[in-house]
């Protein structure tokens, strides 16, 4: 048969030795000396992103767009570090902007129930409300006072003196023609006027009257309805004339107070050049003229109850007859140095969109008013920036669509949050308030994919996506960039400098947590926190400056308190109760690599990968699917090693095969196809009859061409070998086989970087199976065509298998291998897009 060029391979000591990786590719090489400084106090803070062109730059153009939909959603990093990032960019932009206009509310004339919103120049808010305040504080104390003064009152004599005069000329008009009619005009004690007739000057007693002629009694009784007829006209004219007189009286008090209250409002209105202002200023005016006894008897009122407790009075007095001229400052910018960057660390409805609140009194009445309107960040941060995190708004009542109508219709209507409706007693229904704020919203990658799909306003509101990745390039950049973050860490919170030792292991722990030689991870709030843990220890060792050891012990500790798990599991290898061996050599058997994650640690353990192979056309059972203990990566992985064995060995005959796979004493689930190449070469060696060794441990997933590729979490797989190793005693010849793709991943620990240079643990790095094979059977992998080799034995095997069921008087040959189907499957969910699947 034709074959192809077979790879390089470790087939004796000397090629197995170009296989094996020296102690310097375990880890990325960083010279402290090459960072040009002698502690942190001489770096400069970090105060810019790096490695984060694109975020920034889609960042940027968002941002930089005004128009109503292209708010950004930033997505990437995790946890405080990206809320944080994103404000200071948001303050470091915003401090080149105008500060925004001022909003008040005030009180509608018009209509009581529908707060008016007015709209004043950045910082004219606090003016206009101060202002006010010191005119109504002023008219209370002065006004009162000017209705008492000798002016006012001079003038109100002078006029109850001609209007007196007016009165008594009505009442003399009357006394003369009752003198013309021979009548006396009498008052009687109830204000009654009597008229009784005179004779002789004497009037007539009640006998004298009766003694008079029915002629003079019908003409006294004429004369009587005469004088009744006149005094009621005079009456009429005297009611008239009251009311002229009060009406003058109040022209007179507007007119003392107009020169009280015009001359304050004045000032204010040339302070405040505001067309909208001015006509409610005149309307604030006319309402105080028009109610100036409710505005002076409020000082008699206190005085009345001034000697009860104050909850009682509190409960007694009426409403404030000053309110309708107070000011609700809702949005503030006196003091703004640009535009408004408010991050909202808790989306609540009323924390976005406000509340009017309601008071209740002492006997249980609610009531509310126009200054009881409160503001929400979405107000507060109009003209600038707010910054929330979606996936808390998104689970808060209500929010998501208030949130996406106020987006949408560019203003925000502030009502009273009242999810069940037992309290919802207000009818205040205030003016909406346009608003210009750009969202910035902090999410995962998954949520936006999950919005996009299902949410068409969502894609309308948040056009632009940030993106941000999680690291960056290891260059001299990305070094400097790590010590001025350093810096800037240890001047806020007051640490200890960090010498260049120290700066350069920090750097090497940004490695590992990006798990590549050549990047550095972003996510600074873990490296914020390696930064105060290894304070600690400096200071605990009473060092002046943070050195490399204390980074290091750091690290350690962070690995002490999370270890019990795999402590236990490492003792219960050592004592037996999990087998695995990492001595000696046997067939059909290796050990695989596994890693565990808790959320804040993760380790890798060893686990034993076994194959059971025999004649029959059950096909290739993989044990864990059977039991549905094994997840859809996983039997992929599995599928993969069919296609292997198909193009391998079946170019010249059936292939026919009875085998098994399993991890032993593994009970939960399997996913993951970083133990393909575990399985296969414990399927070739179950085949070919080759023993494998035991002290080497197995990673790595394959095609169907059986090419070696890469895995994740390779750091940890060594590391948990490694620890087994130790715990059971370094030989000498242990080590782990990983795929050469995954050498620059490599950023391992410090010991087992010692033990490799040592020569007392190994790491090898493989491009193919053949490689693999080759370096635990220690024979040459070969071909189906070359006598003892590897591939030789299995295709003899195969051979005998498929003979032997020839022989079976009912068997036949079959013509692939048969993957047995599981009792039950789990469908896995579908990737996300641009996710890796």
């Known amino acids: 048969m034709s074959t192809s060029p077979l790879p390089e391979v470790c087939a004796t000591a000397s090629a197995a030795s170009r296989c094996l990786l020296r102690a310097e590719e375990l880890e ?30 889609a960042l940027e153009f968002g941002l930089g767009v005004r128009h109503r939909g292209y708010n950004v959603y930033v997505s990437g990093m995790t946890g405080a570090g990206k809320r944080q990032l994103v404000q200071r960019l948001l303050e470091r932009r915003a401090a080149r902007e105008a500060a925004p206009p001022d909003w008040v509310y005030v009180h509608n004339f018009d209509e009581p129930d529908r707060p008016l919103a007015i709209q004043l120049g950045s910082g ?28 006012f009152d001079a003038e109100r004599d002078r006029l109850a003196a001609t209007f007196g005069e007016r009165a008594e000329a009505l009442f003399q008009e009357l006394a003369n023609r009752a003198r013309e009619l021979s009548m006396a005009i009498r008052r009687l004690p109830n204000g009654v006027l009597v008229f009784v007739p005179v004779r002789e000057g004497r009037p007539l007693e009640p006998q004298d009257i009766e003694r008079l002629s029915e002629a003079e009694r019908a003409e006294l009784e004429r004369r009587q309805m005469e004088l009744g007829e006149l005094a009621a006209e005079l009456m009429a004219r005297q009611q008239e004339l009251t009311h002229e007189m009060r009406q003058a009286i109040q022209a007179i008090v507007r007119d003392f107070a107009r020169r009280i209250i015009e001359p304050l409002f004045r000032r204010v209105e040339s302070e405040l050049g505001s067309e909208q202002l001015a006509r409610w200023l005149k309307q604030v005016q006319e309402h105080m003229l028009n109610h100036l006894e409710r505005l002076s008897e409020e000082r008699k009122e206190k005085e009345e109850i001034s000697d009860l407790p104050s909850a009682i009075r509190a409960a007694m007095m009426h409403d404030d007859p000053w309110l309708e001229y107070r000011v609700n400052l809702v949005a503030d910018h006196a003091h703004a140095q640009g535009a408004p960057v408010v991050v909202e660390i808790s989306p609540s409805y009323k924390n976005l969109f406000g509340t009017i609140e309601h008071d209740v009194n002492l006997f249980g009445r609610l009531s509310t008013n126009f200054t009881r309107i409160k503001p929400g960040s979405l107000l507060r941060a109009s003209g600038g920036y707010l910054v929330l995190d979606l996936e808390d708004a998104l689970t808060e009542p209500l929010v998501w669509k ?12 502030t009502d009273v949050y009242e999810p069940l409706g037992l309290l919802a007693t207000t009818a205040l229904k205030p003016e909406p308030i346009p608003i210009d704020t750009k969202v910035v919203a902090l999410g995962s990658a998954e949520l936006y994919y999950l919005l996009q799909f299902l949410d068409d306003d969502f894609r309308e509101l948040f056009k632009v996506r940030a993106d941000f990745g999680p690291e960056a390039p290891r260059d001299e950049r990305g070094h400097l960039a790590y010590a001025r973050f350093i810096a800037r860490q240890t001047r806020a919170e007051g640490l200890p400098a960090f010498d260049p030792a120290a700066v350069a292991e920090v750097i090497r722990f940004g490695a590992r947590q990006a798990a590549h030689q050549e990047k550095l991870s972003v996510e600074f709030a873990a490296v914020a926190d390696i930064v105060r843990e290894a304070a600690y220890w400096s200071r605990s060792a009473g060092a002046p400056t943070v050195g490399a050891a204390h980074v290091r012990q750091a690290l350690h500790e962070r690995v002490f308190r999370s270890d019990r798990i795999a402590a236990k599991i490492r003792e219960l290898i050592e004592e037996g109760t999990l087998r695995i061996s990492v001595t000696g050599a046997r067939a059909g058997q290796v050990n695989g690599l596994a890693v565990w994650d808790l959320g804040n ?3 890798g353990r060893p686990s034993r990968v076994t194959a059971a192979v025999g004649v029959g056309q059950e096909g290739l059972v993989n044990i864990e699917r059977e039991a549905d203990l094994s997840g859809s990566t996983h039997d992929k992985g599995v599928l993969i090693l069919e296609g292997y064995l198909r193009n391998r060995y079946a170019a010249r005959h059936a292939l026919a095969l009875s085998a098994s796979l399993t991890f032993e004493q593994s009970y939960g689930w399997i996913e993951g196809d970083s133990a393909s190449a575990a399985e296969l ?16 441990a197995v990673t790595g997933s394959i095609n169907q061409h059986g090419d070696v590729q890469a895995v994740g979490a390779v750091n940890e797989k060594i590391e948990g070998f490694f620890d087994v190793c130790q715990a059971m005693g370094l030989t000498g010849s242990q080590g782990v086989c990983i795929p050469r793709a995954n050498v620059r991943h490599l950023v391992l620990r410090r010991d087992v970087i010692d033990a490799v240079a040592a020569g007392r643990f190994h790491i090898w790095a493989v491009d193919a199976i053949d490689q693999g ?3 635990l059977t220690g024979v040459p992998a070969g071909d189906v065509d070359q006598p003892g080799s590897v591939h030789y034995l299995v295709d003899q095997r195969l051979q005998e298998i498929l003979a032997a069921l020839q022989e079976q008087p009912a068997g036949g040959a079959a013509s692939r291998v048969r993957l047995a189907p599981a009792a039950a499957r789990r469908p896995a969910p579908p990737p996300l897009p641009g996710e890796p699947g």
């Open 773 to 775: 094979i080759e370096l």
């Open 28 to 57: 990325p090489q960083i010279d402290a000396h090459a960072l040009g400084f002698r502690s942190t106090e001489e770096v400069e803070p970090l105060d810019e992103v790096v490695g984060q062109e694109r975020a920034m730059r």
């Open 601 to 603: 640690y993760r380790f």
């Open 402 to 413: 208030q949130l996406k109508r106020t987006l949408k219709s560019g203003r925000l209507l």
């Open 681 to 696: 070469y414990c399927l070739l060696s179950a085949l070919s009859g080759l023993p494998l060794r035991q002290d080497i």
């Open 124 to 151: 004219q808010g606090r003016k206009l409300r101060d202002g006010l305040e010191q005119i109504v504080e002023r008219l209370r104390r002065d006004l009162p006072a000017a209705l008492k003064a000798k002016d």
